[in-house]
């Protein structure tokens, strides 16, 4: 648990160099109570003011350094982008990408490696939920990560986001969220209990203006990673807002 919360914005393949001097726009006023990172598509990086009052990251990184990889962007070029996150291991990454486990954590490594903060997108299924295995799920997402090497939980952003949450509206409740949550950094204690005091776990799924505050209330929610709600520039702000101190 950390004091300030950090807002993260996933543009996933959406956006616009329009919608980047609109939300530039709009953020020029955020609160100082409050983290903000931006994850537009990686072409958009350059175009973001170089004064700004928040952060910049990709959507996914190669987990090579360089060479003949068609069609991939390096820790490297991102980070001349501007970038200093990079979301690793979202759900539509694993779902339509077929990134394992272990694609993640190398990923993750290479993230590390090259100076950048990986925002580690944990979560269980429909079917998985409706099994009850939530749980199961995240300890083995976690434990991956954990194996490939220890450090890497300690340098990271965890994302807790439900699958079933994302893009249908259907947000978890903010007790299932926290329920979750604390389940996430007494995982993380197991492993070190510096990273469990210290990690920021934001919550990601179907969060918008309405339903922020209540998740923001709960003890071990530190933030939210925002989707849909994030390429509407005055709703973001209002997140934004209702996450300062
Ligand atoms: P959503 O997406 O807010 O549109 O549900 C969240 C995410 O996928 O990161």
Redesign the pocket.
């Known amino acids: 648990m950390t004091a300030k919360k950090l807002i993260a914005a ?1 543009w ?1 393949m959406n956006g616009s160099k329009a919608l980047v001097d609109t939300m530039a726009q709009q953020l020029t006023n955020l609160p100082s109570g409050v983290d903000v990172l931006l994850c537009p598509p990686a072409t958009l990086l350059q175009y973001f003011p170089a004064n700004r009052q928040y952060a910049l990251g990709a959507q996914n990184i190669s987990e090579h350094d360089a060479g003949a990889y068609t069609g991939e962007l390096s820790s490297n070029l991102i980070i001349e982008a501007g970038a200093n996150f990079v ?1 690793i291991g ?3 990454r694993r779902q339509y990408f077929a990134e394992t486990d272990t694609l993640v954590c190398a990923k993750m490594q290479q993230a590390v490696k090259a100076g950048l903060t990986p925002v580690l ?1 944990i979560g269980e299924t429909l079917a998985e939920h409706q099994q009850q295995k939530t749980q199961q799920v995240i300890a083995k997402q976690l434990a991956a990560v954990y194996a490939a090497q220890p450090e890497l939980l300690l340098k990271s952003v965890i ?1 807790y ?1 439900p699958v079933w ?4 509206g259907e ?1 978890a409740t903010p007790e299932q969220a926290q329920a979750i949550h604390a389940f996430i950094r007494q995982q993380i204690s197991d492993y070190n209990s510096v990273a469990a005091a210290t990690v920021k776990i934001l919550y ?5 203006a309405a339903n922020c505050r209540a998740l923001f209330a709960k003890a071990d929610i530190d933030g939210a ?6 390429l509407k520039p005055a709703e973001f702000m209002q997140i934004c807002q209702s996450a300062k101190d």
């Open positions: 996933n996933k979301l979202h759900s539509e997108c994302a986001e949450a994302i893009g249908t947000s990601g799924g179907s969060v918008n990673l925002v989707g849909g709600a994030s």
